[in-house]
């Protein structure tokens, strides 16, 4: 028979939010073990730019204890903001100027910076769950898709839209939101795409129309990220074979026919293999009842469409929850209890202003409501 192993804290998932509640809990002096399905920590590009806000992911950078480390990886520029309409025209530039709260950095960087902060053998690669089994008294034991199988005391699902420790606490599937994000990259772009670079300038650009936008973002080397979204079925992206790239990428800007060439090269003349990114969104007011030794963090605990809060949701909930173990090292449940009760409302509210947020940019009344949205933000000239 294989061994059987025990990990007092197991965490599934070597994301944001797994990683920096493996590390607040290493700064409180408490062991706990990552396991990731991926084979490496650079089995797959990790995406694209992240703003990580004050009010919760540099909370939790600062509890992790690498926060100075952090504000190295800062990209110059990023905060800035440019809305342009279809025709190429900017309606609205808000440079950065250092002081807007929400700095950019590469999420694989700021990956990697968890990664090194955790002692070697913290992070468990290439093990995928294959099965869950309650063993009472909130213990668990995992089996895993390599042969091994672990027993744990406290289980946290960390691993994303698609938990498989979901289910334990509320077996809800996430929902398809009617939107989908196809993921291209041009690269070199001030030398050789010098129009698009312009229009994207040193930060962000929103190019929004209802039901449909092209949403681009500055990467350091002259890289532009981009995301276009629209609002289709699944069955109408399944007609589209994004294996072929120029075929897929030609379908996809035909949807833009009248938008301005700058923006429409974000999309024909993409150097990679685009990558369609359906949204899927956990309930309205999505919550469980507790559960002994097991909870849930980041996406696993409350998908939402994308605000620009999901990642530091995440880093915040591995840092809250971290805290709550801290605090409570004589019961994990009062330690559950103690998260759970700040996550939900916590994730509700912000999972709502997610969608009002989806609205403003891909509503009926886009370009104008993102306009009034910035406007807002800023206060009177």
């Not at 042969?147 to 691993?159: P, R, Y």
């Not at 998908?303 to 915040?316: D, I, R, Y």
Request: aromatic share 6%; hydrophobic share 40%.
């Amino acid at each position: 028979m294989p061994q059987i192993t025990h990990t007092p804290i197991a965490i599934i998932g070597a994301g944001l939010g797994g990683l920096t509640l493996a590390r607040v809990l290493q700064v409180h002096g408490i062991t706990a073990t990552v396991y990731e399905a991926e084979a490496s920590p650079n089995a797959r590009t990790q995406g694209g730019m992240l703003d990580i806000h004050d009010h919760n992911g540099q909370i939790a950078l600062k509890e992790a204890g690498i926060y100075d480390k952090f504000l190295k990886l800062i990209m110059p520029g990023g905060q800035s903001t440019r809305v342009i309409d279809k025709s190429g025209k900017v309606l609205f530039n808000d440079p950065d100027d250092g002081t807007g709260g929400r700095p950019e950095v590469k999420r694989g960087e700021l990956r990697r910076l968890l990664l090194e902060s955790l002692p070697e053998g913290t992070v468990v690669w290439g093990h995928k769950i294959s099965t869950i089994t309650p063993l009472g008294n909130g213990k668990h034991s995992l089996t895993f898709a390599n042969g091994v199988t672990i027993t744990t005391d406290l289980l946290v699902g960390a691993e994303g839209a698609w938990s498989k420790v979901r289910p334990l606490l509320r077996d809800v599937k996430p929902t398809y939101t009617g939107t989908t994000f196809i993921e291209t990259y041009l690269h070199n772009s001030d030398t050789l795409h010098p129009a698009s670079a312009e229009a994207v300038g040193s930060g962000s650009l929103f190019a929004i129309a209802e039901g449909k936008g092209i949403l681009a973002h500055r990467e350091p080397n002259g890289v532009l990220h981009t995301y276009v979204a629209l609002n289709k079925p699944t069955d109408w992206f399944a007609t589209i074979d994004f294996t072929d790239k120029a075929s897929a990428l030609a379908r996809i800007a035909s949807e833009f026919a009248d938008w301005a060439p700058e923006l429409k090269t974000l999309i024909t003349d993409g150097e990679t293999i685009p990558v369609a990114r359906p949204l899927y969104t956990l309930p309205a007011n999505y919550r469980w009842d507790r559960v002994p030794g097991v909870t849930l963090l980041g996406d696993a605990a409350h998908l939402m469409v994308p605000s620009g809060e999901g990642a530091n949701l995440a880093m915040f909930d591995g840092a809250e929850l971290g805290k709550a173990i801290a605090a409570n090292l004589g019961s994990i449940e009062a330690a559950l209890s103690a998260y759970e009760k700040e996550l939900f409302p916590r994730s509700n509210a912000e999972a709502k202003e997610a969608l009002r947020i989806h609205d403003i940019l891909f509503g009926i009344n886009a370009p104008q409501s993102l306009l009034d949205f910035f406007k807002k933000q800023k206060g009177p000239a």
